[in-house]
């Protein structure tokens, strides 16, 4: 756990909620019942109109199924990656200035394919193969993943799952395994993520997770996700050609890839857009 030391940081030995403890320990945690139906049909109501009204970003396969920058178009949707009870999770782990680095909303089909095994962000740390970390140093997060769910997601439905303690190997999911559904790290075997309308599920930036194929009669899943991250870490909710800290000179001048990337021109990947 850290906090903040004026601008720098420090240990936080204070107490923390259970879910704090689980995402420093597993790399995620469930929320039950963070948001009443009323909540969940007002944000269900606001994401419907935000596939109507905004169109997809990024050439992607399935980039019909969600929507980026949400918070610049919802008031609702900003005022709920704002609940006070994802916060108090989040905040000792992050830092009680962390912001938010993007935020999308996901409307998958039911006939939701699933993905590989993956990691938002990192590993942060990363290690070899056989390098334990040492349990008595915490295991530092650098960013979380939320998904504020809008509707049932159950074990037909594909819900998320995760490889606890994989964010503390150091290492990316074997990529011969990328769809094995029974990957494992360290003995610990996935566990679905299954969740009721309201919940909120939490996840650590580097463990390893995926979305698992939807089954017969499966609902389609519907959520509106958010990624946090420490102070430290720059926001992603506009893609580096939109928004950056350049003059048109310094843009004209930076000719070859790497003097894009060099001055803050980067390709879309993980959070942004």
């Given amino acids: 756990m850290i906090k903040r030391i004026l601008k720098n940081l ?8 259970a879910e704090s403890m689980q995402i420093e320990r597993d790399g995620f ?6 948001f009443d139906p009323a909540e969940v049909a007002e944000l269900v109501g606001e994401i419907e109109r935000l596939f109507v009204e905004r169109p997809p970003e990024r050439n992607r396969d399935d980039r019909e199924e969600f929507r980026y920058q949400v918070l ?12 006070p009870r994802i916060l108090e999770v989040i905040e000792p782990l992050l830092g009680d200035d962390c912001h ?35 349990e008595r140093i915490p ?30 190997s150091g290492r990316l999911a074997p990529f011969d395994r990328m769809t094995d559904p029974t990957l494992e790290y360290d003995g610990r075997a996935p566990v679905l993520v299954a969740a009721a309308a309201g919940d909120v599920a939490l996840f650590a930036s580097d463990v390893w997770h995926r979305g698992t194929p939807a089954g017969p009669g499966a609902r389609g899943r519907m959520f509106l996700q ?10 992603r909710i506009r893609t580096t050609d939109e ?7 310094a843009i004209s001048r930076a000719t070859t890839a790497r003097e894009r990337t060099l001055v803050g021109l980067h390709d879309p990947f993980f959070y942004d857009g």
Avoid: K
Avoid at 29 to 34: R, T, Y
Avoid at 226 to 235: I, P, T
């Fill in 100 to 134: 938010v680095l993007s935020n999308t909303a996901w409307w998958n089909p039911a006939g939701f394919e699933g993905g590989p095994w993956h990691c938002d962000g990192g590993p942060h740390i990363p290690r070899a193969e056989g390098v334990p970390w040492d």
């Fill in 29 to 34: 945690a469930l929320q039950c019942g963070v």
């Fill in 243 to 249: 928004v950056h800290h350049l003059t048109a000179e």
């Fill in 139 to 168: 295991y530092p997060v650098f960013a979380i993943g939320a998904h504020i769910m809008l509707r049932d997601c159950d074990e037909h439905d594909g819900p998320t799952a995760v490889v606890p303690g994989s964010h503390r």
């Fill in 10 to 17: 420090g240990v936080y030995t204070g107490d923390a909620p």
């Fill in 226 to 235: 958010c990624h946090y991250g420490r102070r430290d870490l720059a926001q």
């Fill in 72 to 83: 610049n178009y919802s008031a609702a949707c900003q005022r709920a990656i704002a609940h």
